[in-house]
């Protein structure tokens, strides 16, 4: 099957950002963009640094194998919601297999992406899984000293009731937020930092822009979650590290504030969720 052509490269942003969530290895199999290239292109329009996230253990050595060759990456891992959920059997060994994963390189930052799925798991025992595997990932991330990413889908209330029966980690990222102002405010309340995906680029996604407007800048990141929900103008075409640009200029103008000055605190942001990319963290 021929795929489309990818969207042009945007005008490059005044200063360096980092896309806080990203899929490495899916934006290739789905646009045929090498990983190297991808980072590449990012980086010519600003995209300097990129935070590669795994969701299941395959996917997770990848992230880790890239994030150990390439400066401009580090790496999540993570058991997805609904992988866990399909784990009738072995999903104990899975978790065990990830927590020696997480603990085999430094370039490992983050324990994610994981939390709730509600959409796509709709079943009980499915439901109890997740929750299982959630909980794990949490105790991970507080053992290792690492980020949480959090995966939650039509699952705001219970995501939270996890998160504080269980105790959050000092850093917790909501991965794609997706909730409304009020949603936000409980989230920021906790001290979590609110990650923006090209959605909020989206016409009918008021609500999601009303959570962006009350977001502290210093509690704010971008993402692309590529290959997945691309943003205006390209909606509905493959994603790609490279296209991030398009949102930060978005919520620049959403928020009246300087894109070189966001772009800063964007960057600041992500090192304080991640820690540093090396030399130029």
């Known amino acids: 099957m021929t795929r489309p052509p990818l969207p042009p490269l945007p005008t490059p942003l005044p200063a ?17 963009l090498a990983p190297t290239d991808a980072l590449a292109m990012a980086a010519s329009v600003g995209v300097t640094r ?9 996917s997770s050595a990848e992230a880790i194998t890239l994030a150990e060759t390439h400066p401009g990456v580090v790496a999540c891992v993570a058991l997805h919601p609904n992988d866990a ?10 978790l065990a297999d990830l927590a020696t994963l997480a603990a085999s390189s430094g370039r ?28 794990a990932h949490i105790d991970l991330a507080k053992r290792l000293g690492l980020a949480l990413v959090i995966h939650d889908r039509d699952a705001h209330d219970d995501i939270l009731a996890v998160l504080d029966a269980e105790g959050a980690p000092e850093r917790v990222m909501m991965h794609c937020f997706s909730g409304d102002a009020g949603f936000a405010r409980r989230c920021l309340d906790r001290g979590f930092w609110l990650s923006f995906p090209g959605t909020v680029t989206f016409k009918p996604n008021e609500p999601l822009r009303e959570a962006l407007d009350l977001t502290p ?5 971008v993402e692309t979650d590529a290959p997945y929900l691309t943003p205006v103008p390209f909606r509905g075409r493959a994603n ?29 942001n992500a090192t304080a969720v991640f820690g540093s990319w090396g030399s130029d963290g």
Do not use: K
């Not at 996230?53 to 395959?58: E, K």
């Open 108 to 135: 490992v930052r983050g324990i994610g992406e994981t939390g709730l799925d509600h959409y796509r798991t709709t079943d009980a025992a499915g439901h109890a899984r997740q929750r299982h595997s959630f909980a």
């Open 16 to 32: 360096g950002v980092t896309d806080a969530h990203t899929h490495v290895a899916s934006t290739h199999h789905h646009s045929g």
């Open 85 to 94: 959920a399909r784990l009738a059997t072995g999903l104990d060994e899975a």
């Open 50 to 58: 990129v935070v590669d996230v795994g969701t299941d253990l395959a």
């Open 240 to 268: 790609a590290s490279y296209l991030l640009p398009h949102t930060v200029e978005f919520v620049a103008q959403r928020r009246g504030v300087d894109l070189t000055e966001l772009c800063g605190a964007l960057a600041a």
């Open 217 to 221: 800048s210093d509690r704010l990141l």
